[in-house]
């Protein structure tokens, strides 16, 4: 199958290399892992990915919604913030209600108390590149801090939810933070069922100490007799999808520049937030490009390159790592048209899911 591009190809092979590591993790340590919708919620890949995942957690009601319509299993909610109306609507269908501050638990704690009540806890410490992404940087409202309210929110909850990673690669960070969580909180651990770790350990990393991790999470689970959650957005979809081009134009400005029918501010919007660049599935090599994309940005870059083949108009570009954070970030910036999402099956067939025209765009905004 011919596709047109701009579209996003998720590669459903090598997303079983991911979800075959979350199994084995499962299986060695015990823990069962939710995967964030707020980094990934492509339901096109949802069958494969629930026969290897316990369900889903989420940040606002309609991703909850999507859990649970298109994932099945648990659905965990989360919300920094939850209205009366989403109370309403996520205690119909959710398995676990997380609260961030204990004023909210308190506010909905009457119309929840069926299913089973958690709480954020924030433990100050944290593991992040970018402070944009930490959960403990200064003034932070993510969680409750304070060790004596958790203490007094036990006598209503059932667990607690502690996300304090981002893109953490490193497990002796992750290990030491986890014996700081278990001596600080000991008191409330020794009095609830679930512990949810949240997301941002790269467990799935090649390279990374997977053994180690499942055993320091076993001990972890017995040493409070707790069933533990991990919450993966990343590690579950990292390197599984890229973003294929077109260039469209190559012009010289020092350096020559090809400008391909895709943009970062509308399609890979994570990478231009915090400011990386963007990978490219390309042989090194001795020509200098920078990849630009078609957006009246300046700074609409996707990065600078060298790479063997030389680049003219219709050469094909793709983009390596475009699934977690970038998919659920698209939008319609310089109504420059949406990329298609196409899925290539274990069986190697591709299938085009979904394309986008102008009355998308249209409709978005009207
Ligand atoms: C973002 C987030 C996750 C997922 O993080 P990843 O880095 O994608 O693994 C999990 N839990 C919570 C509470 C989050 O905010």
């Known amino acids: ?101 204990a004023s909210q638990l308190k506010r909905f704690y009457k119309d929840v108390k069926n299913l089973k009540v958690g709480l954020r806890i924030n433990p100050s410490v944290s593991y992040s590149h970018f402070d944009l992404a930490d959960p403990s940087r200064k003034y932070s409202r993510l969680g409750v801090f304070d060790v004596k309210e958790a203490m007094s929110a ?37 009095k609830i069922n679930w512990v949810s770790l949240g997301g941002g350990i790269s467990f799935t990393k090649d390279g990374y100490p997977l053994a180690r991790f499942c055993a320091k999470l076993k001990e972890f689970s017995q040493k409070f007799n707790v069933q533990v959650y991990l919450e993966p957005g990343e590690a579950a979809v990292t390197k599984c999808c890229e973003l294929a081009t077109t260039v469209l134009d190559v012009v010289k400005n020092e350096k020559n520049i090809a400008i391909v029918d895709a943009s970062t501010e509308a399609h890979t919007l994570d990478l231009l937030i915090y400011r990386e660049r963007a990978k490219l599935n390309e042989k090194k090599g001795s020509n200098e490009y920078i990849i630009a994309g078609r957006s009246c940005l300046a700074g609409d870059v996707f990065g600078t390159y060298k790479i063997a083949r030389k680049l ?55």
Request: net charge positive.
């Open 312 to 366: 003219k108009v219709g050469s094909k570009i793709r983009f390596s790592d475009a699934a977690g954070y970038t998919m659920v970030k698209k939008n319609w910036f310089n109504g420059v048209k949406m990329p298609s999402i196409a899925v290539k099956r274990l069986n190697g067939k591709i299938e085009l899911v979904r394309q986008f025209d102008y009355k998308d765009f249209v409709k978005s905004l009207s």
């Open 1 to 101: 199958m011919i596709l047109q591009t701009p579209y996003y190809l998720i590669d459903e092979r090598a997303l079983l290399g991911n979800l075959k590591k979350i199994e084995y993790l499962r299986k060695n340590s015990g823990a069962k892992t939710v995967l964030a919708l707020k980094c990934f919620s492509t339901p096109a890949v949802f069958s494969l990915m629930s026969k290897y995942m316990d369900g889903t957690t989420s940040s606002s009601l309609y991703e909850a919604k999507l859990g649970a319509e298109m994932f099945g299993k648990e659905t965990h909610a989360f919300s920094v913030a939850y209205s009366k109306e989403d109370i309403d609507g996520l205690k119909k269908i959710s398995d676990k209600i997380i609260f961030n501050s």
């Open 154 to 190: 036990l006598n209503k909850i059932d667990g607690v939810m502690f996300h304090y990673n981002c893109e953490n690669e490193d497990f002796a960070a992750f290990s030491k933070m986890l014996d700081f969580i278990s001596k600080k909180y000991e008191k409330v651990l020794q």
